[in-house]
């Protein structure tokens, strides 16, 4: 027997059963059959339709079928007066990836407002408007209208899905409609002292001044700005760019993406939005949320390539770092400058980088600090060898001072007084590096004597790596 006309029975036979005993379509293996069949299943689903008893599982059984000759089937079990036949019907209607479902769809948005339970019609409706607009080419004025409209409705749910179809809609221009769910005003906040909010403390600015969100819901922020990611449009960078100002951590990174999803072009943007601002201590206590932001749109238009973000990135080294580690949008923003003064090698930063890398106790940041230094090179080997009297540190410093971009006689002196340090490690490192530098005769062989000395040292791995280097120097025992 073929596979279509088995299953083309059995779906005949699982409705005829449902038109008489009310409900097998209830039963798992029944519905999964149907599933299964896909648009097979279609005619004769279409031919139970008027009888079937169970027309909530039969909308959901046309939706499997996902073929747009359900649209009309579907449109009167629109009508039908039980709310969960409407909200299976809306479902359904997206599957069909027909634009005639459009105007039943927006019919159904605009009709169930008043409803009891209505806003999971409104939901499934939504949501089937944006599958519909994702595959649509150039979504028609009809949806887009429904959407923009269903962008004020009471019910968070169907904003969202509201939202998200028109980020789908790949019409540039929308975005538009949802500046709204980003934007804000500065207010003085009603809260007095100890008694204002965490978050709200962190965003605080000038005269104590907070954010007040036309939408306060962070959730929706979040899918606006998913949303205008997703629409690449040029015209929204600089709303991000506000939003991104005042937003918790979360949203901000979401506002950075959709930035830098835009392209090179987004560059100039950034840097035009930067605010002046003094540096200084003081003065950037009181606009901290500005010098972030400042922060972040030069990083932004650093990874677009545009090496006109350099001074700002300058900037941003020069804010107070005692947050670092605990405050993660300073933390992230920092180790951000720090690998894009790197990449455009700043031998300018080269002395700053250096004595932030001695102080270090972040991993990451240690790590784009090396990273940053290793790029600008040789200019920065005489920095790097300056930072040498923080001990427990230096066996990082030490390590970054084997490498040959920065080989320098500057670190003589403190490499031969780590030869005798305490610490195990400190010794290992300065062993090493001591003899790699007599080996390439970065220091003068006269010091020969100090590296034979550590032949005598407790520490095996130190005696292993003097002989190593005796070695390489002629002394063969």
């Known amino acids: 027997m073929k596979i279509a006309s088995f299953c083309t029975i059995m779906v005949t036979a699982i409705l ?54 359900a649209v009309p089937a579907l449109e009167k079990l629109a009508a039908d007066p039980a709310a969960d036949v409407r909200a299976n019907a809306a479902w359904a209607l997206g599957r069909t990836g027909s634009p005639q479902a459009v105007p039943v769809l927006a019919k159904l948005i605009e009709e169930s407002r008043s409803t009891p339970g209505g806003q999971f019609i409104r939901q499934a409706a939504m949501a089937s408007l944006a599958i519909l607009a994702s595959a649509a080419a150039a979504p028609g004025p009809e949806l887009l209208d429904a959407c923009v409209k269903a962008l004020a409705d009471p019910d968070a749910d169907v904003r969202r899905a509201a939202i998200t179809a028109i980020g789908k809609s790949a019409r540039k221009e929308t975005w538009r409609h949802l500046q709204p769910f980003i934007d804000y005003e500065m207010v003085e906040d009603e809260i007095e002292g100890e008694f204002v909010e965490a978050d709200k403390k962190q965003q605080a600015g000038p005269a104590n001044l907070v954010p007040k969100w036309r939408e306060p819901d962070p959730t929706l922020r979040y899918a606006a700005i998913m949303a ?25 990174l979401a506002c950075v993406q959709a930035i830098l999803n835009v392209g090179e072009a987004a560059a100039g943007v950034c840097l035009g939005r930067i605010v002046p601002i003094s540096y200084e201590q003081k003065e950037v206590e009181r606009y901290w949320a500005e010098a972030i932001n400042n922060g972040t749109l030069a990083a932004i238009a650093g990874k677009l390539g545009d090496e006109r973000c350099v001074p700002h990135l300058r900037n941003t080294l020069r804010l107070p770092m005692r947050g670092l580690g605990t405050d993660k949008d300073l933390t992230e923003l920092v180790i951000d400058s720090v690998r894009l003064l790197g990449a455009f090698k700043v031998e300018r930063e080269a002395k700053r980088l250096a004595g932030m890398l001695k102080t270090c106790r972040i991993q990451q940041l240690s790590d784009a600090l090396t990273d940053a230094l290793t790029q600008i090179g040789p200019a920065a080997a005489r920095h790097v060898a300056r930072n040498l009297d923080d001990w427990q540190t230096s066996p990082v410093m030490l390590e970054l001072l084997r490498r040959e971009v920065f080989w320098t006689d500057e670190a003589r002196d403190q490499l031969a007084a780590y030869l005798t340090h305490e610490s195990d490690d400190v010794r290992r490192a300065a062993t090493e590096t001591f003899g790699l530098y007599l080996a390439k005769h970065v220091i003068e062989i006269y010091d020969y004597p100090l590296l034979k000395a550590q032949e005598l040292d407790p520490d095996p791995v130190v005696r292993q790596s003097a002989d190593k280097w005796l070695k390489q120097l002629g002394e063969v025992e």
């Open 16 to 69: 005829a059963c449902g038109i008489v005993h009310a409900g097998p379509l209830e039963v798992a293996e029944n519905m999964a059959a149907i599933k299964a069949a896909g648009k097979a299943a279609l005619p004769d689903l279409l031919s139970a339709a008027d009888s079937a008893k169970r027309k909530d599982l039969l909308a959901l059984a046309i939706g499997f079928a996902a073929d747009a000759q």
């Open 228 to 252: 205008i990611n997703e629409l690449r449009c040029i015209d929204a960078v600089p709303a991000l760019a506000m939003a991104m100002e005042r937003e918790d951590s979360f949203n901000r």
